[in-house]
């Protein structure tokens, strides 16, 4: 079992930056790739980034690349997503998620889920 707690959500300018924590527990964390998605209202839930535990190899979307870097810290169990030169169209809920085996990008391999946390970018 994996349990999932995000934070670090909340209302910021066009431009500005966020920082998103995934603290995350249970027994084989480890052996789990960790990702971000997003949900905007009236939209399907999408791939932001995602991270292994064991290498670091990262994986973005494309509408994110060059702008969020994810990473984790392994001694605190958590993930974390730096969000700079926000935009309007990020305004979302961010959800933490973890896969055991998959494909990192398909919201439908994911196991575990965090509750999420809203991001919202003013213009």
């Known amino acids: 079992q994996v349990q999932l707690v995000e934070s670090g959500g909340g209302v910021v300018q066009a431009g500005g930056s966020l920082r998103l924590s995934c603290a995350a527990s249970?027994?084989?964390?480890?052996?789990?790739?960790m990702g971000w998605f997003r949900q905007a209202p009236g939209k399907e839930r999408e791939f932001v980034s995602a991270?292994?535990?064991?290498?670091?190899?990262?994986y973005y979307a494309n509408s994110v690349k060059g702008r969020f870097a994810i990473s984790r810290d392994n001694a605190k169990n958590t993930a974390y997503l730096q969000m700079n030169s926000l935009k309007p169209e990020d305004t979302a809920v961010y959800y933490c998620?973890?896969?055991?085996?998959?494909?990192?990008?398909?919201?439908?391999?994911?196991?575990?889920w965090g509750q999420g946390t809203q991001v919202t970018v003013s213009s």
């Open positions: 249970g027994r084989t964390i480890f052996s789990y790739y």
């Open positions: 991270i292994t535990w064991a290498d670091q190899r990262t």
């Open positions: 998620a973890a896969l055991r085996k998959g494909n990192v990008y398909h919201t439908q391999d994911y196991n575990y």
